[in-house]
């Protein structure tokens, strides 16, 4: 019986899954953003959110936390120096999932992992949808409000020599 057994095993040993999972959390820190499978991603995500929730407080116990679980000095530094700094008044979700479509050979969902504040192009998209956002009702009230233009009768075009 599988009581309590919530997590995905990924069909790998319990050895074998904490080494890829680290390798994975080391490239994503690295890198910002990784293409894997869907069930590896989602099991990334638990892996590594805690970690980044770690790093918010810069401490000697918090990076021998982190270095315990990843093994990495270059990931740990950038985790700490550069990564906290941008998540810092973030209160979680600091990994975004992306579906990418099917593998070719094994028909494997695919998805990119990223770093949620590292996507320039999503924090423009955001940054402008912000600004052009308005109400329902404070848009009736403009169109209410506004005065009508009358209309006037307009004489037809007269036709152009380009356009016989």
Not at 6 to 35: C, D, E, V, W, Y
Not at 91 to 120: H, K, Q, S
């Amino acid at each position: 019986m599988r009581h309590n057994k919530k997590f995905n095993h990924l069909g790998r040993t319990s050895s074998h899954r904490k080494a890829m999972l680290s390798n994975m959390a080391i490239s994503l820190i690295q890198h910002k953003r990784i293409a894997t499978t869907l069930a590896k991603a989602k099991a990334l995500r638990v892996y590594v959110e805690p970690l980044l929730t770690k790093a918010k407080d810069d401490t000697t116990h918090s990076r021998r936390t982190v270095f315990s679980n990843l093994q990495n000095k270059e990931a740990v530094t950038e985790l700490f120096q550069n990564i906290s700094l941008k998540i810092a008044n973030r209160p979680g979700g600091y990994t975004r999932i992306l579906r990418t479509g099917f593998r070719l050979g094994d028909n494997a969902e695919m998805c990119i992992i990223e770093l949620v504040d590292y996507n320039e192009n999503m924090l423009k998209e955001k940054v402008a949808k912000k600004a052009t956002r308005t109400r329902r009702s404070s848009v009736k009230k403009v169109a209410e409000t506004a005065p009508v233009a009358k209309e006037t009768p307009v004489a037809p075009a007269e036709k152009t020599e380009a356009a016989e």
